[in-house]
């Protein structure tokens, strides 16, 4: 299934180059040229001006942009392109009712659509590592086997078009946990004085392991926080949880927390730093 890639960003430069090494790739697009032309040099695929281009070949088109608007912008962008010989592949983080409304979009012009989030971190899209959470036709998501494959190792179709988004907002609220107990965890093991990186090595192989503190534990500790997964994004995701949360009569309070943890960060202008920078806010819990 020839494929075209929409947005080389920090995960979307992992999944494309697998895609490329799976020998699927055509086309790449991204809005800041240089990018797509530094990948295309490296993988010998052809760095397109615009999106419509890079679609040209493509009977797949992988997405992979910051948010629900420039998802939308994207798909505006190609539907002019679309037949149905085409299928949308959505692999950004965005809301269950603007999947839906992708989905309407390229439908009109006859074309597939499916959601298509992913976990798993910088690390799993270049090691083709990624969890995948899909939102599809039955059919459709059969299609597109080939594609998702190449870009993770577990994929799971959960429902119909926006179902894919909903289990990544599960995600979201737990990584927003999980987030805030790591942080506090580290914050008092170097007030009681432990050697920190051996913390993280004994508690991330015992029953408090997880991939956050296994993968981010020893940088957030020395005060790096390169992304990674921007905590800009995290706090968009945060807010669409708690848009659904309300949809369904719920509040989330530890997300909401951590969303206005974040929204503090933003403000003293750490936006684009990794969402283990939540460890700078947990100073404030020792002297
Ligand atoms: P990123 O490094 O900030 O990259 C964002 C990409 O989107 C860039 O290629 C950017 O182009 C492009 N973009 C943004 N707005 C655009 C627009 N209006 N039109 C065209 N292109 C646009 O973000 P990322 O970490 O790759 O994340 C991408 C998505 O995956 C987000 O939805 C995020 O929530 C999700 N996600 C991230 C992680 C992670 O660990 N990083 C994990 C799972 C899911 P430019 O290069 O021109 O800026």
Request: net charge negative.
């Amino acid at each position: 299934m020839k494929t075209a890639f929409l947005g080389l960003g920090g995960m979307g430069h992992g999944m494309a180059a697998n895609l490329a090494k799976a020998g699927l790739l055509t086309g790449v697009y991204n809005r800041t040229r240089s990018k797509a032309d530094d990948f295309a040099a490296e993988h010998g695929v052809t760095a397109c001006e615009n999106p419509v281009d890079a679609c040209e070949n493509a009977q797949a088109i992988v997405i992979c942009v910051s948010a629900d608007a420039d998802v939308l912008e994207m798909i505006d962008a190609i539907t002019a392109g679309l037949n149905d010989s085409h299928t949308v592949i959505d692999c950004s983080t965005v809301a269950s009712d603007t999947a839906r409304e992708a989905a309407q979009r390229v439908g009109r012009a006859g074309a597939h659509f499916v959601d298509a989030p992913v976990s798993g971190g910088t690390e799993g899209a270049k090691n083709a590592k990624l969890s995948i959470m899909v939102g599809a036709d039955d059919a459709v998501f059969e299609a597109v086997q080939p594609v998702l494959s190449a870009m993770g190792s577990s994929i799971t179709h959960m429902g119909p078009v926006g179902a894919g988004q909903a289990t990544k907002a599960v995600n979201q609220i737990m990584v927003a946990g999980i987030n805030q107990a790591v942080c506090e965890a580290m914050r008092f093991a170097k007030a009681v004085d432990l050697p920190l990186d051996k913390v993280v090595d004994v508690v991330g192989s015992g029953a408090a392991g997880n991939w956050f503190v296994n993968h981010r534990g020893k940088t957030m500790v020395a005060d790096n926080y390169a992304p990674g997964f921007k905590l800009k994004h995290h706090h968009k995701d945060l807010g669409i949880c708690a848009h659904m949360a309300e949809q369904n009569g719920g509040r989330l309070p530890l997300a909401a927390a951590t969303r206005a943890d974040y929204e503090q960060l933003m403000a003293d202008g750490y936006g684009d730093e990794d969402i283990s920078a939540l460890y700078r806010r947990r100073s404030d819990l020792f002297d």
